[in-house]
């Protein structure tokens, strides 16, 4: 198991960017895929972006496409998720999550560690 604790979240206005972090402990961290997912308020958490062992692959829900990058700097056993022109919609919870599958996926049962989530909120 990865322990996973986000930071970064915040209120920010329409058109702004912040910059959520996720610190891992245990040694797993670098052989983990990790994934970025969001639960907006009376919603279902979705995927918004996952990133690959190495880093080389990403992939992003189409909802955030363009919008933010998912990296990871597997030194400091750290993933991020950099979200530039916010809109009032990606107002959500934002977890990180660590599978123990060999790949990247979008499918938040196949996570098996997980974040406290961090409050992003986006003003109009």
């Known amino acids: 198991q990865v322990h996973l604790v986000e930071s970064g979240g915040g209120l920010v206005q329409a058109g702004g960017s912040l910059r959520l972090s996720c610190a891992a402990s245990g040694r797993t961290f670098s052989s983990s895929a990790m994934g970025w997912f969001r639960q907006p308020p009376g919603k279902e958490r979705e995927f918004a972006a996952t990133i690959s062992q190495s880093g080389s692959i990403t992939y992003y829900a189409d909802s955030v496409k363009g919008r933010f990058t998912i990296s990871r700097d597997n030194a400091k056993n750290t993933v991020y998720l950099q979200m530039n022109s916010l809109k009032p919609e990606d107002t959500a919870v934002y977890y990180c999550?660590?599978?123990?599958?060999?790949?990247?996926?979008?499918?938040?049962?196949?996570?098996?560690?997980w974040g406290q989530g961090t409050q992003v909120t986006v003003s109009s």
């Open positions: 999550a660590a599978t123990r599958l060999g790949r990247i996926t979008t499918y938040k049962h196949e996570y098996s560690s």
